[in-house]
């Protein structure tokens, strides 16, 4: 088998959107020619591809809901005669003590090792060139650990405990244990003999320490025979030259390449990180339209739909892009939440920037940059959007994309978390600037 096969050699299955999408620039970048399915596609026609990577939106639904479409995604994957596979979430480990990262890894790993006693992955959701960096099972973001760096303030997925280890277990009847820097820092075979003594020692799953690109490009050399890798984005930078080394991948010039997308452009923000806030305020700052989405007014029923569209009318004339958000401060949400609740709140602002994505593709927009992976997660299914081709990185995590047919979108889908300050700017500078 070649690079130039049908059968993909890589596949990957995503808790949610733009996690994909980050995922995905990864293995683009990695020279792997790569395509992203909005859930789980109805045909098993193999795809021309050598990496895909199933978008789900599972991130924080019922556990049990969870499992049952990460393992929908993985029968898909394995008819696609996938030779390994990824399980990938977010850089910042979203979840909660239920879940779901513990039980949907539980459960790929049940289904690809059986009853097998060396069943064992890894959990890095490492990724330092956005600043998350893991040492001694500590996750930090930036120069702080994660549970002092607003995501102990996350809505839905609070993470009050940088320790790794602890939460994981917390997820899981299996035995977590901790690859430990010191092994990373001495090479891929000394993680590979790391692995072994923790299989010896009953564990299933392991947090691996990182803290730079060369410890992910030694953890993915240490990890080409394991069936299962799961991780963050940032991990996904050592899995390409497994496959190159073993002569199933050629090197592509054209991984990144997307066609170019006419029509106008638009911004859509759900997010409510410190990242998209402060590009929020950029955008309004550089004195660009903006139009705020107050949840409260969508409870009263007030026509905010309609209203919005208005607006967005008045601009397309020009062909300027506009910004539609919902971003508020962390304070803000939660004087919405205690009205609405956290997640009627979340399902109106969803729903409504859905609806409002749907009325800007009648006026002629087809470029869309969205902030939040729920978010985005909304707007894609809006736009009945099944499958994507990525393309090249805007800012670390986040790609250019578009969708395949004969009349595509160019889409950016954007962590919260991710992206410069003039995030927004860029990306639509990026989408018109895609090269056929």
Same mark, same amino acid.
Not at 27 to 55: C, F, H, N, Y
Not at 61 to 71: E, G, H, K, S
């Given at each position: ?39 789980? /596609? ?47 979430? #977010? ?10 990262? @513990?039980?949907? *890894? ?6 690809? #090792? ?60 299996? %035995? ?10 001495? @090479? ?7 692995? *072994? ?22 953890? +993915?050399?240490? #990890?080409?025979?394991? %069936? ?5 984005? +940032?991990?996904?930078? @050592?899995?390409?030259?497994? !496959? ?18 006419? +029509?106008?452009?638009? =911004? ?22 903006? !139009? ?24 397309? =004339?020009?062909?300027? /892009? ?10 803000? =949400? ?35 940059? =969205? ?25 670390? @995590? ?8 004969? *009349? ?7 962590? +919260? ?8 700017? %860029? ?10």
């Amino acid at each position: 088998m070649t690079g130039s096969a049908t059968r993909a050699l890589l596949g990957c299955i995503a808790d949610d959107f733009t996690g994909a999408t980050d995922l995905a620039n990864m293995l683009v970048r990695g020279g792997m020619r790569t395509v992203q399915t909005i859930g789980v /596609p109805s045909s098993s026609e193999p795809l021309e591809a050598d990496a895909l990577v199933v978008a789900l939106k599972s991130r924080t639904i019922p556990v049990r809901d969870a499992v049952t479409q990460a393992l929908a995604a993985l029968e898909w994957l394995r008819a696609q005669g996938c030779r390994q596979f990824f399980f990938k979430y #977010c850089s910042t480990f979203d979840s909660t003590d239920a879940g779901n990262i @513990g039980p949907v *890894a539980d459960a790929l790993l049940d289904a690809l #090792c059986g009853a097998d006693a060396q069943a064992f992955t890894i959990a890095c959701p490492a990724f330092p060139e956005n600043g998350r960096t893991l040492y001694r099972g500590h996750l930090f973001v930036g120069d702080v650990l994660l549970n002092e760096s607003g995501m102990e303030h996350h809505p839905l997925t609070p993470m009050t405990d940088a320790n790794l280890v602890r939460v994981l277990q917390r997820q899981t009847e299996s %035995k977590v244990g901790l690859v430990r820097y010191d092994k990373v820092a001495q @090479g891929a075979e000394a993680v590979r003999v790391s692995f *072994a003594a923790l299989q010896q020692d009953g564990v299933r799953m392991a947090i691996a320490d990182a803290v730079c690109d060369a410890d992910l490009h030694t953890l +993915g050399t240490a #990890c080409a025979n394991l %069936k299962l890798v799961t991780g963050g984005s +940032g991990l996904a930078l @050592g899995l390409p030259d497994n !496959f190159r080394r073993a002569g199933l991948l050629a090197t592509t010039a054209n991984a990144a390449q997307l066609p170019k997308v006419e +029509g106008l452009s638009a =911004v859509l923000a759900g997010s409510a990180s410190k990242a998209t806030n402060a590009q929020v305020a950029a955008w309004r700052d550089a004195s660009r339209p903006a !139009f705020r989405i107050d949840p409260l007014a969508i409870a009263r029923g007030a026509p905010v739909v309609e209203e919005v569209l208005a607006f967005a009318r008045e601009y397309a =004339v020009t062909g300027q /892009p506009v910004l539609i958000y919902a971003t508020a401060t962390p304070d803000e =949400v939660k004087v919405v939440q205690r009205e609405l609740g956290a997640e009627h709140a979340g399902e109106l602002v969803e729903k409504t920037l859905a609806a409002i994505a749907q009325g800007l593709r009648d006026l002629g927009v087809r470029k869309f940059v =969205v902030a939040g992976g729920e978010t985005s997660g909304a707007v894609v299914q809006a736009l009945d959007v099944r499958m994507l081709r990525i393309g090249a990185q805007i800012d670390p @995590g986040v790609p250019a994309t578009a969708t395949t047919g004969d *009349a595509p979108f160019a889409l950016a889908l954007k962590s +919260g978390n991710f992206g410069a300050t003039d995030f927004f700017a %860029k990306a639509l500078r990026h989408l018109e600037g895609a090269a056929a």
